[in-house]
Protein backbone atom coordinates (compact mmCIF):
# COMPACT_ATOMS: atom_id res chain seq x y z
CA UNK A 1 0.00 0.00 0.00
CA UNK A 2 1.63 3.25 -0.62
CA UNK A 3 2.24 6.15 2.16
CA UNK A 4 -0.27 8.07 1.03
CA UNK A 5 -3.15 5.37 1.04
CA UNK A 6 -1.61 4.36 4.20
CA UNK A 7 -2.01 7.68 5.82
CA UNK A 8 -5.69 8.16 4.49
CA UNK A 9 -6.77 4.27 5.86
CA UNK A 10 -5.02 4.90 9.41
CA UNK A 11 -7.02 8.36 9.28
CA UNK A 12 -10.06 6.98 8.55
CA UNK A 13 -9.65 4.15 11.39
CA UNK A 14 -8.91 6.94 13.56
CA UNK A 15 -12.45 7.94 12.87
CA UNK A 16 -14.43 4.99 13.33
CA UNK A 17 -12.44 4.28 16.47
CA UNK A 18 -14.26 7.63 17.42
CA UNK A 19 -17.89 7.21 15.98
CA UNK A 20 -17.82 3.91 17.33
CA UNK A 21 -18.55 4.80 21.38
CA UNK A 22 -21.42 7.38 19.64
CA UNK A 23 -23.30 4.43 17.53
CA UNK A 24 -22.21 1.32 18.97
CA UNK A 25 -25.47 -0.67 17.05
CA UNK A 26 -24.46 0.86 13.78
CA UNK A 27 -24.37 -2.33 11.81
CA UNK A 28 -23.39 -0.25 8.84
CA UNK A 29 -20.72 1.74 10.65
CA UNK A 30 -18.93 -1.24 11.61
CA UNK A 31 -18.79 -3.05 8.38
CA UNK A 32 -17.36 0.11 6.96
CA UNK A 33 -14.73 -0.24 9.64
CA UNK A 34 -14.11 -3.81 8.79
CA UNK A 35 -12.84 -3.09 5.30
CA UNK A 36 -10.59 -0.06 6.76
CA UNK A 37 -9.13 -2.38 9.28
CA UNK A 38 -8.37 -4.99 6.44
CA UNK A 39 -7.24 -2.28 4.56
CA UNK A 40 -4.55 -1.91 7.22
CA UNK A 41 -3.82 -5.28 7.40
CA UNK A 42 -5.58 -5.66 10.73
CA UNK A 43 -7.65 -8.87 9.25
CA UNK A 44 -8.64 -10.34 13.13
CA UNK A 45 -9.88 -7.06 14.36
CA UNK A 46 -11.85 -6.69 11.08
CA UNK A 47 -12.95 -10.03 11.15
CA UNK A 48 -14.34 -9.53 14.68
CA UNK A 49 -15.96 -6.10 13.35
CA UNK A 50 -17.85 -8.42 10.98
CA UNK A 51 -18.97 -10.34 13.23
CA UNK A 52 -20.46 -7.74 15.15
CA UNK A 53 -22.16 -5.81 12.41
CA UNK A 54 -24.00 -9.06 11.48
CA UNK A 55 -24.54 -9.74 15.29
CA UNK A 56 -26.66 -6.41 15.18
CA UNK A 57 -28.15 -6.97 11.63
CA UNK A 58 -27.59 -10.94 10.42
CA UNK A 59 -29.49 -9.98 6.77
CA UNK A 60 -26.79 -7.14 6.02
CA UNK A 61 -25.51 -8.62 2.67
CA UNK A 62 -22.04 -6.96 1.96
CA UNK A 63 -21.38 -8.04 5.72
CA UNK A 64 -22.60 -11.37 4.76
CA UNK A 65 -20.49 -11.41 1.59
CA UNK A 66 -17.22 -10.37 3.35
CA UNK A 67 -17.98 -13.25 6.37
CA UNK A 68 -17.92 -15.57 3.77
CA UNK A 69 -14.41 -14.94 2.85
CA UNK A 70 -13.33 -15.90 6.65
CA UNK A 71 -15.84 -19.21 6.81
CA UNK A 72 -13.47 -20.16 4.09
CA UNK A 73 -10.44 -19.33 5.45
CA UNK A 74 -11.92 -21.44 8.49
CA UNK A 75 -12.81 -24.37 6.11
CA UNK A 76 -15.93 -23.56 6.22
CA UNK A 77 -17.45 -23.80 2.88
CA UNK A 78 -21.23 -24.87 3.65
CA UNK A 79 -21.11 -21.89 5.95
CA UNK A 80 -19.58 -19.57 3.62
CA UNK A 81 -22.02 -20.78 0.80
CA UNK A 82 -25.01 -20.47 3.47
CA UNK A 83 -24.06 -16.67 3.89
CA UNK A 84 -23.60 -15.68 0.23
CA UNK A 85 -27.07 -17.28 -0.43
CA UNK A 86 -28.44 -14.98 2.42
CA UNK A 87 -26.84 -11.81 0.91
CA UNK A 88 -28.02 -12.24 -2.59
CA UNK A 89 -31.32 -13.15 -1.09
CA UNK A 90 -31.36 -9.59 0.30
CA UNK A 91 -29.60 -7.72 -2.45
CA UNK A 92 -30.01 -9.58 -5.92
CA UNK A 93 -28.02 -7.13 -7.58
CA UNK A 94 -24.56 -7.34 -5.23
CA UNK A 95 -23.16 -9.26 -8.02
CA UNK A 96 -19.66 -10.14 -6.15
CA UNK A 97 -21.14 -11.82 -3.52
CA UNK A 98 -23.42 -13.62 -6.66
CA UNK A 99 -19.81 -14.78 -8.52
CA UNK A 100 -18.06 -15.45 -5.17
CA UNK A 101 -21.54 -17.83 -4.52
CA UNK A 102 -20.71 -19.51 -7.69
CA UNK A 103 -17.06 -20.45 -7.20
CA UNK A 104 -17.95 -21.47 -3.71
CA UNK A 105 -20.49 -23.74 -5.38
CA UNK A 106 -17.91 -25.04 -8.05
CA UNK A 107 -15.49 -25.93 -5.26
CA UNK A 108 -17.62 -27.74 -3.52
CA UNK A 109 -18.58 -29.42 -6.59
CA UNK A 110 -22.16 -28.21 -7.12
CA UNK A 111 -21.81 -27.79 -10.94
CA UNK A 112 -25.95 -26.88 -12.16
CA UNK A 113 -25.89 -24.42 -9.08
CA UNK A 114 -22.55 -23.05 -10.16
CA UNK A 115 -23.63 -22.91 -13.21
CA UNK A 116 -26.48 -21.39 -12.72
CA UNK A 117 -25.27 -18.24 -10.69
CA UNK A 118 -22.27 -17.92 -13.32
CA UNK A 119 -24.97 -16.95 -15.59
CA UNK A 120 -26.92 -14.61 -13.72
CA UNK A 121 -23.41 -13.15 -13.15
CA UNK A 122 -22.68 -12.70 -16.80
CA UNK A 123 -26.76 -11.10 -17.16
CA UNK A 124 -25.76 -8.70 -14.24
CA UNK A 125 -22.60 -8.21 -15.86
CA UNK A 126 -21.92 -8.99 -19.65
CA UNK A 127 -18.11 -7.97 -19.28
CA UNK A 128 -17.56 -10.33 -16.57
CA UNK A 129 -14.49 -12.02 -17.83
CA UNK A 130 -13.62 -14.22 -14.21
CA UNK A 131 -17.49 -15.02 -14.37
CA UNK A 132 -17.29 -16.16 -17.79
CA UNK A 133 -14.16 -18.35 -17.00
CA UNK A 134 -15.90 -19.76 -14.34
CA UNK A 135 -18.26 -20.62 -16.42
CA UNK A 136 -16.05 -22.29 -18.70
CA UNK A 137 -14.63 -24.54 -15.74
CA UNK A 138 -18.08 -25.62 -14.96
CA UNK A 139 -18.93 -26.28 -18.03
CA UNK A 140 -15.48 -28.78 -18.58
CA UNK A 141 -16.21 -30.09 -15.21
CA UNK A 142 -19.45 -31.23 -16.67
CA UNK A 143 -17.66 -33.10 -19.45
CA UNK A 144 -19.36 -29.98 -22.16
CA UNK A 145 -15.45 -29.37 -23.26
CA UNK A 146 -16.77 -27.52 -26.60
CA UNK A 147 -18.68 -25.02 -24.63
CA UNK A 148 -16.26 -24.80 -21.80
CA UNK A 149 -13.75 -23.70 -24.93
CA UNK A 150 -16.48 -21.06 -26.38
CA UNK A 151 -16.16 -19.93 -22.85
CA UNK A 152 -12.39 -19.64 -22.20
CA UNK A 153 -12.50 -18.00 -25.51
CA UNK A 154 -14.83 -15.52 -24.46
CA UNK A 155 -13.38 -14.95 -21.02
CA UNK A 156 -9.88 -14.16 -23.15
CA UNK A 157 -11.66 -11.56 -25.39
CA UNK A 158 -13.01 -9.84 -22.57
CA UNK A 159 -9.23 -9.64 -20.83
CA UNK A 160 -6.97 -10.60 -23.55
CA UNK A 161 -3.52 -11.36 -21.00
CA UNK A 162 -5.87 -13.42 -19.13
CA UNK A 163 -3.67 -16.25 -17.48
CA UNK A 164 -5.70 -18.55 -15.87
CA UNK A 165 -7.93 -18.61 -18.92
CA UNK A 166 -5.75 -19.38 -21.46
CA UNK A 167 -4.59 -22.86 -19.21
CA UNK A 168 -8.22 -23.69 -18.57
CA UNK A 169 -8.53 -22.54 -22.87
CA UNK A 170 -4.90 -24.79 -23.26
CA UNK A 171 -6.50 -27.75 -21.05
CA UNK A 172 -10.00 -27.85 -22.76
CA UNK A 173 -8.43 -28.28 -25.86
CA UNK A 174 -5.90 -30.74 -25.17
CA UNK A 175 -9.01 -32.73 -23.40
CA UNK A 176 -10.85 -32.42 -27.44
CA UNK A 177 -7.68 -33.30 -28.91
CA UNK A 178 -7.50 -36.56 -27.12
CA UNK A 179 -11.18 -37.42 -27.08
CA UNK A 180 -11.57 -37.18 -30.91
CA UNK A 181 -8.29 -38.95 -31.10
CA UNK A 182 -9.86 -42.10 -29.18
CA UNK A 183 -13.23 -42.10 -31.02
CA UNK A 184 -11.64 -41.27 -34.70
CA UNK A 185 -13.57 -44.24 -36.61
Known sequence: MLQQDQSKFDAAAEQYEAALPLDPKNADLRYDYSYT????????????????ALEINPNLPRALYRHSFHLQAQGKLDDAISDLRKAVEQQPTLTEARYA?????????????ARSEFETVIKQVPGHADAVNG?????????QTSQAIVQFDHALELKPNFAEAAENLRVAR????RFQSRHKP
Open 37 to 52: LERLGRGEEASKQIAA
Open 101 to 113: LAKALLARGDLDA
Open 135 to 143: LGLTFLRQG
Open 174 to 177: ASES
